[in-house]
């Protein structure tokens, strides 16, 4: 288990810990004042901040590698951080709520200029907060059966599910995302911090079953499976897996399975 389950999760992962999506948490580490303005600033850093931390790092790799991207990342653990959640453990969440918040993709609006609804809001009721934000205030509600089908579809066409922070570990959102993420061209693309940890499982491919495909590589947006041409099947490399088990979901030959991280070796201390 991840450091967050290790300090926040009493036992379990830290996102099973019901406790973490609760008013006491959430006034515990913020408050509505401090939440309206987070995110009020959201859509301006998303996009300039991270352009600008992407020149920074070109510009000087080697002071940003040693001060600014360690600086960065303890903000982000500390104010809003992510990990990547598969579509089962997604829906434990969502057994825990009767209702969610649905609401439009800040990302996709600083990214493609569009508005769209990927975003769930879970938990406490933030709707106070988001009804005075423009780019938030478009949500709607999804009862726990529409929110299922909503991740079960997003999951199908390939998104990320991933859970977020409003200062850790208050959990307040789970997003469905793709190379049009942020926090996706912040951590993978630019390599400018980190704002998500890798997920608590690892994939692997039972060669057996493996028909060597291909179509679980397309799916992989972190560039964790690779195509072995000596006996034509592919091999997940786990020290680049997420845990996201889009592939899994693709993998019409069943080969595809989610292990553990802390059983496999080379991915447990890698997050
Ligand atoms: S984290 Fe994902 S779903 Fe959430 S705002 Fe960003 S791209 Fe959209
Ligand atoms: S999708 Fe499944 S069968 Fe196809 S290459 Fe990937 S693991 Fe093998
Ligand atoms: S190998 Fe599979 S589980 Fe791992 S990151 Fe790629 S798509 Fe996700």
Redesign the pocket.
């Known amino acids: 288990m991840c450091e967050f389950c290790t300090r926040h999760g009493e036992g379990r992962k830290w996102y099973e810990n019901i406790t973490n999506y609760t008013e006491e948490v959430f006034r515990r580490v913020n408050s509505e004042e401090g939440l309206r303005d987070f995110l009020a600033g959201l859509p301006h850093s998303l996009k300039h901040g991270v352009e600008m931390a992407g020149r920074w790092k070109a510009r000087f790799p080697r002071i940003y590698r040693l001060i600014a991207y360690p600086l960065v990342t303890r903000r982000l653990r500390r104010v809003h951080f992510g990990q ?1 959640v ?1 579509v089962e453990d997604v829906e434990g969440i969502l057994d825990n709520f009767s209702s969610v918040v649905r609401l439009p993709c800040v990302c996709r609006k600083v990214t493609t200029g569009r508005e769209e609804m990927y975003c769930l809001g879970i938990g406490m009721d933030l709707t106070p907060v988001f009804k005075d934000l423009p780019d938030f205030s478009g949500f709607d509600r999804l009862s726990a059966g529409e929110a299922r089908a909503m991740i079960r579809r997003l999951d199908a066409e390939g998104m ?1 599910h991933t859970i977020w922070t409003f200062n850790t570990p208050f959990i307040g959102a789970v997003c469905n995302c793709d190379r049009d993420c942020m926090a996706y061209r912040f951590q993978v693309e630019l390599g400018a911090g980190k704002a998500m940890w890798k ?1 608590e ?3 692997g491919i039972d060669p057996r079953r493996c028909s060597g495909c291909r179509e ?1 590589m397309d ?4 560039g ?2 690779v195509y072995d041409g000596r006996d034509a099947k592919c091999r ?2 786990p020290m ?9 979901t693709v993998c019409t030959s069943s080969a ?1 399975s ?1 292990h553990d991280r802390a059983g496999v070796p080379e991915a447990a201390r890698e997050w």
């Open positions: 990547v598969p990320v997920g499982y690892v994939a679980c799916r992989c947006y972190f964790a499976l997940v490399d680049k897996c997420y845990g996201c088990g889009l592939c899994r595809v989610l």
